[in-house]
């Protein structure tokens, strides 16, 4: 399992974080913390980084790996 810091701009709302945590669930992972206002989410997942931007990608949201 890797651990990954990724920033979602376009992440705004409680809605925004039900669906993203869905995503990250149904392929397996955990989300460790969420932050709306800093639009930055810590995810456990085994998988790499770009199945990770790919799997935001698909539940509708443009995210970046941070730090």
Same mark, same amino acid.
């Given at each position: 399992?890797?651990?990954?810091?990724? $920033?979602?701009?376009?992440?705004?709302?409680?809605?925004?974080?039900?669906?993203?945590?869905?995503?990250?669930?149904? +392929? #397996?992972? !955990?989300?460790?913390?969420?932050?709306?206002?800093? $639009?930055?989410?810590?995810?456990?997942?085994?998988?790499?980084?770009?199945?990770?931007?790919?799997?935001?990608?698909? +539940? #509708?949201? !443009?995210?970046?790996?941070?730090?």
């Amino acid at each position: 399992m890797a651990i990954f810091k990724v $920033k979602i701009p376009d992440m705004m709302c409680e809605h925004c974080e039900k669906r993203i945590r869905t995503a990250v669930t149904e +392929a #397996g992972g !955990d989300t460790k913390s969420l932050d709306l206002s800093s $639009k930055e989410v810590v995810i456990e997942i085994n998988a790499t980084a770009d199945k990770l931007l790919a799997l935001l990608d698909d +539940a #509708g949201y !443009d995210a970046q790996i941070i730090d």
